[in-house]
């Protein structure tokens, strides 16, 4: 299954879904796809992420934490859940703030495994 | 009720909760209450989010995404979920990995209420 068709089946699945992306912790998309427009710019926001993840990443390796699997954010428009793919890579899902957040967790971590298969 | 009763109040409430507290955005905690010794340094992973968060609100405030409501970090040794209480202070969660992170938000959420009318 290719990047784009994984993360549409994603967004499917989660009520209140408005885009899905898989990105590089360097802050650059490889492949996202939109549900429809949530008037944020999701593009900023989802660098701006990448930026946080890693700085957390490296925080939480000189704290005896472990990997940083997810990290979530949600503001008053708009609730984004990135996970863990690889060290490169991550996988990230905007709903609305009404969505079901617990689904899209859940689906991040059981698409994350198709996804690193297909990084590979 | 006072801080340390609201904290403990969260930690009783929550499955797999290790440590509430009370945080300023200056990454000061005003009250924590500890339940177990989880092993990771809990203490600079809150005053790393804590600088996080108040990056993150600057950010989404600048890309009319609105205020941040919540932070959350999943490690492989411990699960966070920071909420905004006012602008100056959030109250943070630290759970172990298969503890209850649902109702952690949601325990979050209702007593931000309590505690902003407690630091008013």
Redesign the interface.
């Known amino acids: 299954m290719s990047f784009k068709s994984q993360l549409e089946h994603i967004c499917t699945q989660v009520e209140g879904a408005v885009a899905c992306s898989l990105m590089g912790f360097n802050g650059l998309p490889v492949e996202t796809h939109i549900v429809e427009e949530s ?3 999701v593009d ?2 989802w660098v ?1 992420l990448s930026s ?1 993840f890693a ?2 990443q490296r ?2 390796q000189g ?16 609730a984004t859940v990135a996970r863990l793919v690889n060290p490169e890579y991550f996988v990230i899902l905007a709903l609305r703030p009404e969505g079901n957040v ?1 689904k899209g967790r859940y689906c991040l971590r059981v698409q994350s495994a198709p996804l690193l298969a297909e990084l590979s």
Chains 1, 2 share one sequence.
């Open positions: 008037g944020v710019d900023t926001l701006e946080v700085q957390l925080t939480a704290m005896s934490a472990g990997e940083v699997r997810e990290v979530a954010v949600h503001t008053d428009r708009l617990g």
